[in-house]
Every structure is written in C-alpha cells, then in structure tokens.
C-alpha cells in the first residue's frame, strides 16, 4: 500500500489484512455543537473475496434503517459500501458496547421480519430490486460470528 494518506478513512485500511465479518469504528469526529458522530464499518464479507448479494444488500439496508430506530434514536444513516461487503452506520455518539447489542437486536428483527418495508415502487427507487430470504441468510451468518465482531485484523 501506498505511504500516501488518503482523504477518505476506508481506502487507509489494507483489505487484504482484515478477517471479516467484524464491526469497526472507521471514524469520529467531534460536531462544533459538541456530539459526537460515530461511523461504523459493519463488515459481513471478506474484501476482495466475497461480497453480499446485492437484493440481500438492499434488503438489509431497509430493513435495518427502518428496524434499527426501533432500538435507538441516534442512527443517522445505514448505508451499504459499493463494494458489496458491508455497510456503513453513522451514529450520534454510539460506543461500541452500546452499539453492539442495538446492532444484534436489529438484525433479530431482521430475522423475525416476513417482509421488507417500503420494497414497493413508491417507497424505493428499485422496489422489485429485494430479497427477505437471501438477506436473511446474510444476516443470520453475520449474527453467528458475533463473538468474532471485535477482531478486525487477521
């Protein structure tokens, strides 16, 4: 990897080095206000490798922004990476040990759900572009390896 510092926090880290899936803390910043934004790298398939089916993508992204307020009210946006590997969470002051079991219950309700909001052609850009069942599958691998969230690095 280049010596050079990249703007953008995710083209620093080295993909080949990471052991996915995991959750991240891939930026703070602290507002003039004095919040603090967290954004969280939520990993589910290994850079480089594999990648998450892009209805599962989709579907998780919905399900997941709308489940997730359930749990808290500092979720500011839950959007997948264009790699297809995972996601990115951008909370209002999360710490991980808070944001974890939010993160596991949203992703039980995942689990629980028998549809995806707003997978419609009026709610979404691409409503037929959905899928519960393959991002059931994806989630349902991702909460297996849960004691495995912390370990980022091979």
């Known amino acids: 990897m280049s010596e050079k510092r990249m703007n953008t926090e995710s083209f620093n880290l080295d993909h080949r080095l990471v052991a996915a899936p995991y959750v991240r803390i891939a930026d703070r910043k602290v507002l003039p206000g004095g919040d603090t934004l967290i954004k969280y790298d939520v990993r589910f398939a290994q850079p480089n490798q594999a990648s998450v089916p892009i209805k599962a993508v989709h579907s998780i992204e ?21 790699c297809l590997t995972g996601f990115y969470c951008l909370t209002l002051g999360l710490e991980p040990e808070e944001f974890f079991p939010i993160l596991q219950a949203t992703f039980e309700d995942i689990l629980a759900a028998t549809e995806v909001p707003a997978a419609n052609e009026v709610q979404c850009g691409w409503g037929a572009n959905h899928s519960l069942e ?12 849960r004691d495995e969230w912390s370990q980022v690095m091979a």
């Open 62 to 82: 919905h399900m997941t922004a709308e489940f997730m307020r359930n749990h808290t009210d500092k979720l500011i946006d839950f959007s997948p990476m264009g």
């Open 134 to 145: 393959e991002a059931q599958e994806a989630v349902r691998a991702f909460l297996a390896a």
